[in-house]
């Protein structure tokens, strides 16, 4: 089957980094995805990385490496609205589903 | 762009009353439409997905079912529900994008 491991929770302060990890098994998928969700709200698309290396969209970067079965979250500049859950997900070959990871709690803290 | 309603936004329901949740999809046709249920603080569990009208799979086995009666309109249903059924239930389709998933608002459900 297939499965991704996350740390449970990060925490940070203001204007700091933080990298948040997933580690996978799974015989094969199309890309790594990455969402945040806010206490109460719905899961929103962060990134996405299909192929292996460092994909950077403002603040936020995702990096993958098949050959490790990793992929990681890279926050910077840390602000409060990031506290959230954050959730890797892949797309199983040959099928329409998404597998999510077992998501990071972050707390931003001033 | 995509539009995901869900309703009810919340709900209160008591142990072995019947469940029907519903989920309409605007700004995209022939959509693939998922059901997911998160339990608090956890992640997402795939329930069902769809692929077409009258067309479902289901995920793991439980007191749920679903059905797409039409091209845009996904339900989840039960007859009887169970105290572990309680959770935040979210409606999913393919984001324009292509490779993300867009979400609708949820509906969280309690069982007492």
């Known amino acids: 089957g297939q499965s991704l491991e996350q740390p449970s929770e990060v925490t940070a302060v203001e204007g700091a980094i933080v990298q948040i990890n997933c580690t996978y098994q799974?015989?094969?998928?199309?890309?790594l995805s990455w969402y945040q969700q806010h206490d109460g709200g719905a899961p929103t698309f962060l990134s996405y990385?299909?192929?292996?290396g460092l994909e950077e969209t403002g603040r936020f970067s995702s990096f993958l490496s098949r050959s490790d079965s990793y992929g990681y979250l890279l926050l910077q500049e840390l602000q409060m609205k990031d506290s959230a859950s954050y959730f890797c997900?892949?797309?199983?070959?040959?099928?329409?589903?998404?597998?999510f990871g077992t998501g990071t709690r972050l707390q931003v803290f001033p | 762009s995509q539009t995901i309603h869900q309703w009810p936004a919340t709900l209160v329901q008591p142990v072995g009353s019947p469940l029907s949740l519903e989920c309409t999809v605007e700004?995209?046709?022939?959509?693939?439409l998922y059901w997911y249920r998160q339990a608090a603080g956890r992640g997402l569990q795939l329930l069902f997905y769809?692929?077409?009208?009258?067309?479902i799979s289901s995920e793991v086995p439980q007191n749920l079912s679903a059905s797409r009666p039409q091209d845009r309109q996904f339900i989840l249903s039960s007859k009887k529900l169970l105290l572990s059924d309680s959770g935040f239930y979210l409606c999913?389709?393919?984001?324009?994008?292509?490779?993300?998933?867009?979400f609708g608002p949820g509906t969280r459900l309690t069982v007492l």
């Open positions: 997900a892949v797309r199983v070959f040959n099928t329409d589903k998404l597998i």
């Open positions: 799974t015989s094969g998928f199309y890309g």
């Open positions: 990385n299909a192929l292996d």
């Open positions: 700004g995209t046709s022939n959509p693939n």
């Open positions: 769809s692929v077409g009208i009258g067309q």
């Open positions: 999913a389709c393919p984001g324009l994008g292509g490779d993300e998933q867009f």
